[in-house]
């Protein structure tokens, strides 16, 4: 008895072994430090400014820019379109630079890019200037918004990956809310040079140092949790069915998610919603967008997570359907409105984990930064099919259809792409 128990202390079976694997990898999978909780959030805070600082503020520039430099309207916002598609030309590049270890340089140099664009748009007098430096920012932005960030996250925490990214997306969500009304305000105290002089601190002072002191000591090889080889090419998850059925959801749902903000207003207008709730609905979207979160949040060790991602998706089609149902009633509006906050929400974690999910997390930021420039393309492009299939007479009636449809389409290629994975 004893020499068997002996036996079986130094030669234990190979069923006892793989329950001991078991359990650690499920310790390991649910178990998240507090240091790590904390460089979640200090990353998350500098997501905070980034987004706050330029994405969010630039409506509030576009008027004193436009008197100042004579510029229409269309002018304006094409200096908005220069950026976006500089960060999505960018976005391949970056991933891959981060995929091979160097967030610490992507990161820490992108926030004093910001610094440098916002600085040399406090001087300009002309308007191929203004250009410059929106084509300018968007580089910088390239290496520091949510495609960067969530690439870090995947290779610092392959196991717990999605939490993190959750985690990351609270205060980003918030962006709109606290630098809406702080730019505003420093516009008006400062006026709109010496605002952007403000702005630029807060990049060169506080988000390129604390990148460069956060960001030490990155991984060089990520520990694969999956059934794929090490030696697995980029180019071979490429060709893989499921990378394209994402692919399409990705863009197709950025596209149908970037159409509404412009018109929301004129939207809840004709959904039959009164003056003061249609523009006040639409400030609560941030809010909603967290709390869609902070739900994937708490249940993310008690739900599937990939049924979270089937049916998390559905929102946002939904929200369409609302208002097709509802037209001309605002209580529906109302609805809308929630199903398009939360939605979006948990969108943004779903579309940022899907290829590390489904594909590889070794090549997750190269993968999403494939998908850079069609995003972005998708992201300029959305808004103005979306005026353009307005009119007097049927309103946005054939625009919701489209986004209805291609939001449909692009929630049932993820379907397929969880198939294809046969999960």
Known sequence: MLVLAFNLEIKPSKSLKIKAAYHWRLMSENHFHSRDARFVWVLSLLQLISWG??????????????????????????GFSLMLLAEGVLAFPVGRWIDRGHERVVMTGGSLLVALALLLHSQITT???????????????????????????????????????????????????????LVAWLI??????????????????????????????????????????????????????????????????????????????????ESGMAESWAIAMPASIGVLQVIGRLGLYVTEHRMD??????????????????LLIGAGHGIWGVLFVVLYGLGNGMLTIVKGTVMAQYVSREHMGSLNGLLGLPMALARAAAPWLMGLLWSAEAGYTVGLWVMLSASVVGVASLWLAQKETQL
């Open 188 to 269: 008006d105290a400062l006026g709109w040079r010496d605002a952007l002089c403000v702005l630029a601190a807060m990049h060169l002072l506080v988000c390129a140092p604390v990148h460069w002191l956060l960001l030490r000591d990155a991984p060089q090889r990520v520990v694969l949790a999956s059934t794929h080889t090490d030696s697995a090419t980029l180019w071979h998850f490429v060709r893989q069915p499921q990378f394209w059925m994402l692919a399409t959801f990705v863009v197709l749902l950025m596209g149908v998610t970037s159409a509404l903000p412009a018109h929301m207003v004129s939207l809840l207008r």
């Open 305 to 322: 997570v990939h049924a979270t991602n089937r049916w998390s998706t559905l929102l946002i089609p939904l929200g369409f359907l609302t």
């Open 127 to 181: 308007v191929l200037e203004f250009y410059a430096v929106w084509a300018l920012l968007g580089v910088g932005l390239a290496g520091t918004l949510y495609p960067p960030a969530f690439a870090v996250l995947t290779r610092r925490f392959p196991q717990h990956f999605r939490r993190a990214i959750i985690i990351l997306s609270f205060l980003g969500g918030l962006a709109s809310t606290v630098f809406i009304p």
């Open 53 to 78: 600082s330029v994405f969010y503020a630039f409506a509030l520039f576009m008027a004193p820019l436009e008197q100042a430099l004579g510029m229409s309207r269309a002018e304006s916002s094409l």
